[in-house]
């Protein structure tokens, strides 16, 4: 028996370092300590809180009770719940954890840009929330690569001080590395946030958690962090799409098959064929792996999914493109193929949440020129959508606990520029393709 538990701690600290990069990081702050408090069975913890659909929103929580019932009482008064939806329930092993009942239940129809109160599983505290706008403006708060350092907490405060309507995480979130505890503290860290506004998060490699002839990869992920797949069509919580106002978002997984003839490419080549861009003007996509990145950090890693999906969007006229994985900021100019390109989207990497592994220091020298800024601090970016035409991208430099704002750029959406009449033919010829 002990041979066998040597043996398995030697396989996850070789899958472990496989994750970790082939570069040296320095320290960041330490991870933070997480004092176990004991709760009643039912009581509901590590609630956040997801886009479902038109009008609709995901709660989502977990209790150490596997009896205790997963519906919902919600409604706009404090304390008032006018309102009740069942949802369902799922729950995990993992080698020698067993996790909590993690409950997945959808309310709604919902009014926009309203204030909701809701109570999970008919006990514990009152959360409340906030719905998007159903209209611009429209505001977005950006940053993965999160963790659980001092760094992650202050930019977690950071992103509490903006004003907000749906977080966007471009994957790496809880950096558990198959400690499935850390998952648990991890939900616990953001449910302040993430229980108030609607979290969109895409999968990192630091999600996949796979073994070899044991466990299959994200099973963590998806158990817990259930996003929209089915409501877009999607046969994977590794891929899907959502809307906010006149805003189409595309979360990409970088870490599921993306060739020609894979699903989640038949699948985006049938999301873009519905996008009506009279009533989204904007098009929006986050993946993990950036595909424009000067930083030595996890160079060409990308490579292969650029290939592939580039002149998909590039026809479809994507308007920016969120990144995360390199631990550090940067931003392109509009760019396809390469090359500075008036009608290609504007790419930004942004794995700068505050992870335990460090910021990525080095740059390619020279510059590339399609690179306008880049710099090696941990933040967080906020993207105000003010119309149809315009939207300001702004990234704030965590600087002694402050956030101070570093770069900034007006974007106009490509619908208004006239880049999307420029490609109709050859957008068209790619989503009729076999």
């Known amino acids: 028996m002990g041979r066998k538990i040597l043996n398995l701690v030697l396989v996850l600290w070789i899958f472990s370092a496989a994750v970790a990069a082939d570069y040296v990081r320095p320290q960041p702050r330490k991870t933070l300590d997480f004092p176990w408090e004991r709760k009643p069975s039912s009581y509901p913890q590590q609630v956040h809180i997801s886009l479902a659909g038109d009008r609709h929103m995901r709660i989502s929580w977990v209790t150490d009770g596997k009896s205790s019932p997963s519906y919902v009482e919600y409604g706009t008064s404090p304390g008032r719940y006018d309102s009740t939806a ?184 049938a999301d873009l064929s519905k996008v009506d861009r009279s009533k989204t003007p904007w098009l929006i996509v986050l993946t993990h792996v950036p595909w424009y990145n000067s930083n030595y950090a996890h160079q060409g890693e990308g490579d292969g999914m650029m290939q592939t999906m580039e002149p998909l969007l590039y026809a479809a006229g994507v308007d920016i493109v969120f990144a995360g994985h390199v631990h550090a900021y940067e931003r392109s100019k509009r760019v396809n193929s390469g090359n500075p390109d008036p009608c290609g989207a504007v790419h930004i990497t942004i794995g700068d949440g505050g992870n335990r592994e460090g910021l990525a220091h080095r740059y390619k020298d020279p510059q590339p020129e399609w690179s306008v800024f880049r710099e090696a601090s941990f933040g967080h970016g906020e993207l105000k959508v003010v119309n149809s035409s315009h939207a300001l991208w702004s990234w704030h430099r965590n600087d002694d606990d402050e956030p101070v704002r570093s770069d900034q750029l007006w974007i106009t959406s490509l619908k208004s520029s006239g880049c999307l009449a420029q490609k109709q033919h050859s957008l068209r010829k790619i989503l009729m393709a076999p």
């Open 86 to 269: 069942q949802g369902e329930s799922t729950s995990y092993s993992y080698l020698f954890y067993s996790s909590g009942k993690i409950h997945h239940t959808v309310i709604g129809p919902l009014e926009s840009n309203t204030v909701y109160f809701y109570r999970c599983g008919g006990g514990g505290p009152e959360f409340q929330l906030r719905t998007p706008r159903a209209e611009f403006p429209v505001a977005f708060a950006v940053a993965g690569d999160l963790g659980q350092t001092g760094w992650t907490k202050s930019t977690l405060d950071h992103v509490d001080q903006c004003k907000y309507d749906v977080y966007l995480l471009p994957g790496d979130l809880s950096y558990a590395d198959y400690i499935q505890h850390r998952w648990d503290t991890f939900g616990e860290l953001v449910q302040p946030l993430a229980s108030a506004r609607p979290w969109m998060v895409t999968q990192g490699n630091h999600e996949d958690e796979s073994i070899p002839l044991i466990k299959d990869g994200f099973q963590s992920y998806n158990a817990r962090w259930k996003m929209p797949y089915e409501e877009s069509g999607s046969s994977s919580n590794l891929y899907y799409s959502f809307e906010v106002a006149g805003i189409h978002v595309i979360m990409l997984g970088s870490y599921t098959d993306y060739d020609e003839y894979s699903e989640q490419y038949n699948w985006l080549k």
